[in-house]
């Protein structure tokens, strides 16, 4: 069966050192039409693994594309509702993302998150949250960790935190040719590509490890399972969760994981 999109791309995202450092954490994963998901690898460089910037780079290339594309990233896109009331702001995610990397500039070659978090770059200091909120699909999730709960194994929040500018310089640069789900809208145009959060631990469990590294896992998954979504129809219903008015209109601004029912 024909999907809505022609590729699926699957990133298992890495928050650790600079967005210029090579990192074995980060892996891409590509599935074309009905084929398996192959390992994206780098360009030849100095780098054998691929950095946050380099992705980035990447990833504005491929949506620039007339190729309807799924990219499915597993890092939080944004930050429950709490946040945006302490700290008075316009409940509008392309103004989140101008005001989060003002304070925490982290796509900047050599900035650390961790660099953000001490006060040695940024004024992460005025734009901090608790590792107690959590966005409603972190809730409907189960097991996914706050945004803000950093330090703690299986964290989201150095990706997070690392992540969110790139969505940002993405955005900047693919224009009209992406559309960030569900925070442009819930449905999506057709022939326009897509970039979404997901959770890999949703799916990983139904799809066999084979040779892969835990990274390397998470990126084939994410790939495979929207592939597979998208050919057997199934897709649309996860693209339109079972959610009241109110919630749909919360989870603009704090983002959905692609998945979540």
């Known amino acids: 069966m024909a999907g809505i999109f022609n590729r699926y791309i699957g990133i298992d995202y890495s928050g650790a050192q600079t967005p210029t450092a090579s990192l074995k954490g980060l892996r891409v994963y590509l599935a074309q039409g009905d084929t398996p998901p192959v390992e994206v690898l780098p360009p030849p460089g100095p780098r054998k693994y691929w950095t946050r ?60 998150v961790q660099f953000v978090r001490d006060g040695v770059a940024g004024d992460g200091a005025s734009r901090m949250g608790n590792s107690r909120w959590r966005r409603l699909t972190e809730e409907r999730a189960g097991a996914a960790k706050s945004v803000f709960h950093f330090d703690v194994q299986g964290q989201a929040a150095k990706s997070t935190h690392a992540g969110i500018p790139w969505l940002r310089f993405i955005r900047l640069r693919a224009g009209n040719k992406v ?28 799809y066999a ?33 079972s959610l009241t008015t109110a919630e749909k209109t919360a989870a603009q601004v704090e983002g959905w994981i692609l998945g979540v029912a």
Do not use: M
């Open 209 to 241: 490890r084979e040779e892969r590294a835990g990274d390397q896992h998470d990126a084939y998954c994410i790939a495979a399972w929207l592939s597979r979504q998208d050919r057997e129809g199934d897709l649309d219903a996860f693209l339109n969760p």
């Open 53 to 112: 910037k380099g992705v980035a780079h990447w990833l504005v290339e491929r949506l620039s594309e007339y190729a309807p594309t799924l990219v499915g990233i597993d890092h939080g896109f944004s930050f429950p509702l709490r946040y945006f009331e302490a700290h008075e702001l316009e409940p509008s995610w392309p103004t989140f993302l101008d005001d989060f990397q003002r304070h925490w500039p982290t796509d900047e070659d050599n900035t650390y």
């Open 179 to 206: 559309h960030f789900w569900p925070f442009d809208g819930w449905d999506i145009p057709e022939g326009r590509s897509v970039v979404s959060e997901v959770y890999p631990a949703l799916w990983s469990r139904g």
